[in-house]
């Protein structure tokens, strides 16, 4: 495998079991992801694309196949190694919010850095920087529980990004928000703070897709 492989996933089986039914989504599913690429994948509501993402995080594991991050099969590690890899080297944007609704969106963004062991000041100067690349200073003290739709995925972003991880999987990050957030979503792409990281997202929005360095397409299967 290349040493410039962020993401590698080989001959991945996925097959879901519902009441006694198989429910395959993967057969055969192969492609590298290289470091500081972005790779979109597209496709319609059912083909597999949040399953994709959570496989790729380590939060689910095929049936069949092996899935490398930065070089570590992770389809091979216990759940307590897998997960210290993805607070260290991923970043995760889930298509529902696992924002926490009882604290703060400084909060929420100093949590994952309290866990990294960082001191209360390089927190709070990695929370400020953060806050002003996603344009959301504005409601630092406000309750999660309080956010728009639009402004929970601004900060669920932001949180993505505030341990500066290498790999940034993004599950429909533009879903759900209105023009205007949009475009402040898609600007981010093309801003300095993601220069060189490798970012995974599936979407099937066009401005995201045209983003992206290269696309591919999943199918979804017929029943």
Not at 165 to 171: F, H, K, N, T, W
Request: glycine share 6%; hydrophobic share 40%.
């Amino acid at each position: 495998m290349s040493s410039n492989s962020a993401i590698r996933v080989e001959h991945v089986r996925k097959v879901y079991d519902g009441h006694g039914k198989s429910f395959p989504v993967f057969e055969d599913v192969s492609f590298e992801v290289k470091k500081g690429e972005f790779l979109a994948v597209v496709g319609p509501t059912g083909c597999g694309k949040t399953t994709l993402i959570n496989l790729v995080a380590g939060l689910d594991r095929p049936q069949a196949g092996n899935i490398y991050v930065d070089g570590v099969n992770i389809t091979k590690l216990p759940e307590d190694v897998v997960s210290k890899l993805r607070r260290r080297k991923l970043g995760v944007v889930f298509q529902v919010s696992n924002l926490i609704p009882s604290l703060t969106v400084y909060e929420n963004l100093e949590l994952p850095l309290v866990f990294l062991g960082m001191s209360r000041d390089e927190r709070r100067r990695r929370v400020e920087e953060v806050l002003e690349s996603f344009w959301i200073s504005n409601y630092v003290h406000r309750k999660v529980a309080t956010l728009s739709v639009g402004e929970n995925r601004m900060v669920s972003y932001a949180r993505a990004m505030i341990s500066d991880p290498e790999i940034l999987l993004l599950d429909e990050p533009t879903d759900f928000l209105d023009p205007l957030t949009e475009d402040m979503m898609v600007a981010s792409f093309k801003g300095k703070i993601l220069k060189g990281k490798t970012l995974l997202a599936t979407t099937h929005r066009r401005k995201m897709a045209k983003l992206a360095d290269r696309v591919i397409n999943l199918k979804k299967k017929l029943p």
